[in-house]
Protein backbone atom coordinates (compact mmCIF):
# COMPACT_ATOMS: atom_id res chain seq x y z
CA UNK A 1 0.00 0.00 0.00
CA UNK A 2 1.36 3.76 -1.14
CA UNK A 3 2.18 5.34 2.01
CA UNK A 4 -0.26 8.41 2.43
CA UNK A 5 0.62 11.72 1.23
CA UNK A 6 0.75 14.95 3.52
CA UNK A 7 -0.90 17.27 2.07
CA UNK A 8 0.46 19.70 3.88
CA UNK A 9 4.40 19.19 2.49
CA UNK A 10 3.57 18.78 -0.50
CA UNK A 11 1.88 21.86 -1.11
CA UNK A 12 4.96 23.57 0.50
CA UNK A 13 7.43 21.83 -1.90
CA UNK A 14 4.69 22.47 -4.87
CA UNK A 15 4.96 26.50 -4.19
CA UNK A 16 8.66 26.29 -3.27
CA UNK A 17 8.78 24.80 -6.66
CA UNK A 18 7.48 27.26 -8.00
CA UNK A 19 9.77 30.18 -6.07
CA UNK A 20 12.67 28.11 -7.39
CA UNK A 21 11.39 29.05 -11.42
CA UNK A 22 10.92 32.71 -10.72
CA UNK A 23 12.66 33.61 -7.67
CA UNK A 24 15.76 34.60 -9.44
CA UNK A 25 14.51 35.54 -12.99
CA UNK A 26 14.71 39.83 -13.97
CA UNK A 27 12.16 41.77 -15.93
CA UNK A 28 13.15 40.51 -19.11
CA UNK A 29 12.89 36.56 -18.19
CA UNK A 30 9.28 36.95 -16.66
CA UNK A 31 8.46 38.18 -20.11
CA UNK A 32 9.32 34.71 -21.71
CA UNK A 33 6.56 32.64 -23.25
CA UNK A 34 4.33 29.56 -21.18
CA UNK A 35 2.50 27.19 -22.17
CA UNK A 36 -0.92 29.45 -21.25
CA UNK A 37 -2.19 30.48 -24.51
CA UNK A 38 -1.30 34.35 -24.12
CA UNK A 39 0.13 34.54 -20.98
CA UNK A 40 3.97 35.71 -20.22
CA UNK A 41 5.62 34.01 -17.19
CA UNK A 42 4.67 37.38 -14.72
CA UNK A 43 0.94 36.86 -15.88
CA UNK A 44 0.87 32.92 -14.95
CA UNK A 45 2.78 34.23 -11.86
CA UNK A 46 -0.33 36.39 -11.64
CA UNK A 47 -2.75 33.64 -11.91
CA UNK A 48 -0.79 31.25 -9.31
CA UNK A 49 -0.61 34.01 -6.51
CA UNK A 50 -4.64 34.40 -7.03
CA UNK A 51 -4.45 30.87 -5.84
CA UNK A 52 -2.32 31.16 -3.05
CA UNK A 53 -5.05 34.29 -1.99
CA UNK A 54 -7.62 31.69 -2.45
CA UNK A 55 -5.70 29.19 -0.40
CA UNK A 56 -5.52 31.40 2.69
CA UNK A 57 -9.16 32.78 2.34
CA UNK A 58 -10.16 28.95 2.21
CA UNK A 59 -8.65 27.97 4.85
CA UNK A 60 -10.03 30.91 7.05
CA UNK A 61 -13.36 29.58 5.61
CA UNK A 62 -14.57 26.23 7.75
CA UNK A 63 -17.47 24.56 6.79
CA UNK A 64 -19.67 21.95 8.41
CA UNK A 65 -19.48 19.67 5.58
CA UNK A 66 -20.39 17.08 4.37
CA UNK A 67 -18.01 17.39 1.26
CA UNK A 68 -19.79 18.05 -1.94
CA UNK A 69 -16.34 17.47 -3.99
CA UNK A 70 -13.15 16.08 -3.42
CA UNK A 71 -9.60 16.21 -4.79
CA UNK A 72 -10.45 14.21 -7.76
CA UNK A 73 -14.85 14.91 -8.62
CA UNK A 74 -13.23 18.58 -8.45
CA UNK A 75 -11.78 18.66 -11.64
CA UNK A 76 -14.47 17.22 -13.91
CA UNK A 77 -16.28 21.41 -13.83
CA UNK A 78 -12.86 22.60 -15.21
CA UNK A 79 -13.76 20.49 -18.74
CA UNK A 80 -11.46 20.83 -22.02
CA UNK A 81 -11.54 23.39 -24.34
CA UNK A 82 -11.67 27.42 -24.62
CA UNK A 83 -14.70 28.98 -23.45
CA UNK A 84 -15.60 32.33 -22.93
CA UNK A 85 -15.13 32.43 -18.85
CA UNK A 86 -12.01 30.45 -19.49
CA UNK A 87 -11.27 33.86 -22.04
CA UNK A 88 -12.45 36.39 -19.84
CA UNK A 89 -10.21 35.02 -16.88
CA UNK A 90 -7.14 34.70 -18.93
CA UNK A 91 -7.61 38.68 -20.23
CA UNK A 92 -8.48 39.90 -16.44
CA UNK A 93 -5.15 37.88 -15.16
CA UNK A 94 -3.01 39.77 -18.30
CA UNK A 95 -4.87 42.87 -17.25
CA UNK A 96 -4.09 42.85 -13.69
CA UNK A 97 -0.42 41.52 -14.45
CA UNK A 98 0.75 44.36 -15.95
CA UNK A 99 -0.79 46.56 -13.29
CA UNK A 100 2.23 46.21 -11.60
CA UNK A 101 5.36 48.78 -12.14
CA UNK A 102 7.63 45.78 -13.31
CA UNK A 103 7.00 42.34 -13.39
CA UNK A 104 9.28 41.73 -10.64
CA UNK A 105 6.92 43.25 -8.07
CA UNK A 106 4.89 40.04 -8.96
CA UNK A 107 7.59 37.94 -7.51
CA UNK A 108 8.06 39.71 -4.03
CA UNK A 109 4.01 39.43 -3.70
CA UNK A 110 4.36 35.62 -4.36
CA UNK A 111 7.28 35.07 -2.48
CA UNK A 112 5.19 37.24 0.76
CA UNK A 113 1.92 35.11 -0.19
CA UNK A 114 2.92 31.10 -0.96
CA UNK A 115 4.69 30.85 2.80
CA UNK A 116 1.87 32.35 4.27
CA UNK A 117 -0.35 29.99 2.66
CA UNK A 118 1.90 26.78 3.28
CA UNK A 119 1.60 28.59 7.30
CA UNK A 120 -2.24 28.05 7.28
CA UNK A 121 -2.08 24.46 5.61
CA UNK A 122 0.24 22.78 7.53
CA UNK A 123 -1.91 24.54 10.94
CA UNK A 124 -5.43 23.89 9.34
CA UNK A 125 -7.23 20.90 11.04
CA UNK A 126 -6.43 17.50 8.37
CA UNK A 127 -10.17 16.95 9.53
CA UNK A 128 -11.72 19.76 8.86
CA UNK A 129 -13.75 20.98 5.98
CA UNK A 130 -13.63 24.29 4.44
CA UNK A 131 -15.51 26.14 1.36
CA UNK A 132 -14.18 27.51 -1.92
CA UNK A 133 -15.06 28.48 -5.23
CA UNK A 134 -19.32 27.04 -4.26
CA UNK A 135 -17.61 23.95 -2.66
CA UNK A 136 -17.13 22.11 0.14
CA UNK A 137 -13.83 20.16 0.79
CA UNK A 138 -12.27 18.08 3.44
CA UNK A 139 -8.88 20.27 4.06
CA UNK A 140 -6.51 17.36 2.87
CA UNK A 141 -8.44 17.46 -0.78
CA UNK A 142 -8.53 21.17 -0.99
CA UNK A 143 -4.38 21.01 -0.48
CA UNK A 144 -4.04 18.14 -3.23
CA UNK A 145 -6.35 20.72 -5.81
CA UNK A 146 -3.98 23.50 -4.72
CA UNK A 147 -0.88 21.59 -5.43
CA UNK A 148 -2.13 19.87 -8.66
CA UNK A 149 -2.63 23.14 -10.00
CA UNK A 150 0.49 24.29 -8.93
CA UNK A 151 2.62 21.30 -10.65
CA UNK A 152 1.14 21.65 -13.73
CA UNK A 153 1.32 25.68 -13.65
CA UNK A 154 5.34 24.78 -12.95
CA UNK A 155 5.36 22.99 -16.24
CA UNK A 156 3.76 25.52 -18.21
CA UNK A 157 6.20 28.39 -16.86
CA UNK A 158 9.06 26.33 -17.49
CA UNK A 159 8.51 25.92 -21.49
CA UNK A 160 11.14 28.96 -22.47
CA UNK A 161 13.19 28.18 -19.37
CA UNK A 162 14.96 25.21 -19.87
CA UNK A 163 17.83 25.42 -17.33
CA UNK A 164 14.58 26.40 -14.23
CA UNK A 165 13.84 23.00 -11.86
CA UNK A 166 10.94 21.16 -12.50
CA UNK A 167 8.11 19.83 -9.91
CA UNK A 168 9.29 18.23 -6.90
CA UNK A 169 8.36 14.05 -6.27
CA UNK A 170 6.06 14.35 -3.45
CA UNK A 171 4.01 17.29 -5.34
CA UNK A 172 4.40 15.65 -8.83
CA UNK A 173 2.85 12.09 -7.18
CA UNK A 174 -0.32 14.78 -6.25
CA UNK A 175 -1.11 15.40 -8.94
CA UNK A 176 -0.59 12.20 -10.73
CA UNK A 177 -3.06 10.90 -8.57
CA UNK A 178 -5.32 13.30 -9.08
CA UNK A 179 -4.98 12.28 -12.98
CA UNK A 180 -4.76 8.60 -12.09
CA UNK A 181 -8.34 9.59 -10.38
CA UNK A 182 -9.62 11.07 -13.50
CA UNK A 183 -8.81 8.07 -15.66
CA UNK A 184 -10.30 5.21 -14.14
CA UNK A 185 -8.85 2.08 -12.38
CA UNK A 186 -9.16 0.11 -15.37
CA UNK A 187 -6.86 2.67 -18.34
CA UNK A 188 -3.35 2.25 -17.52
CA UNK A 189 -0.83 4.99 -18.93
CA UNK A 190 1.60 4.28 -21.60
CA UNK A 191 4.27 2.88 -20.41
CA UNK A 192 6.78 5.35 -21.53
CA UNK A 193 5.37 8.20 -20.38
CA UNK A 194 7.28 9.51 -17.16
CA UNK A 195 5.11 11.66 -14.87
CA UNK A 196 5.72 14.87 -16.06
CA UNK A 197 4.75 13.94 -19.85
CA UNK A 198 1.68 12.24 -18.15
CA UNK A 199 0.70 15.70 -16.76
CA UNK A 200 1.41 17.43 -20.16
CA UNK A 201 -0.80 15.38 -22.01
CA UNK A 202 -3.13 14.72 -19.16
CA UNK A 203 -3.95 18.38 -19.45
CA UNK A 204 -4.01 18.79 -23.28
CA UNK A 205 -0.47 20.72 -23.17
CA UNK A 206 1.28 17.92 -25.42
CA UNK A 207 -0.96 16.23 -28.04
CA UNK A 208 -0.94 12.92 -27.53
CA UNK A 209 1.09 10.84 -30.38
CA UNK A 210 -0.37 8.32 -32.71
CA UNK A 211 1.50 5.16 -30.29
CA UNK A 212 -0.28 7.32 -27.89
CA UNK A 213 -3.78 6.55 -29.27
CA UNK A 214 -3.24 2.72 -30.06
CA UNK A 215 -2.09 2.10 -26.22
CA UNK A 216 -4.52 4.05 -24.83
CA UNK A 217 -7.00 2.72 -26.61
CA UNK A 218 -10.55 3.82 -26.54
CA UNK A 219 -9.40 5.66 -23.17
CA UNK A 220 -7.73 8.16 -25.70
CA UNK A 221 -10.72 9.90 -26.34
CA UNK A 222 -11.16 10.93 -22.69
CA UNK A 223 -8.24 12.92 -22.67
CA UNK A 224 -7.39 15.68 -22.45
CA UNK A 225 -9.00 14.69 -18.83
CA UNK A 226 -9.43 18.57 -17.85
CA UNK A 227 -8.01 21.66 -19.41
Request: aromatic share 6%; net charge negative; glycine share 8%.
Amino acid sequence: MMTPIPQHEALAEAYQGITAVVGDLDDHDLQRPTRCHGWLVADLLFHVLCDAQRALVALASPAAGPPDVDDVTYWRAFTPGGNDDGARHAWWARRSAVAFDRPSGLVRLWCETAPAAVRAATAADPSGHVTTQGHVLRVPDLLATLSTEAVVHHLDLVLDLPAAPRPGPLATRVAVTTMDGLLSDEAVRPAGWDDHEYLLKATGRLPLSDRDRLELGEVAGWFPLFG
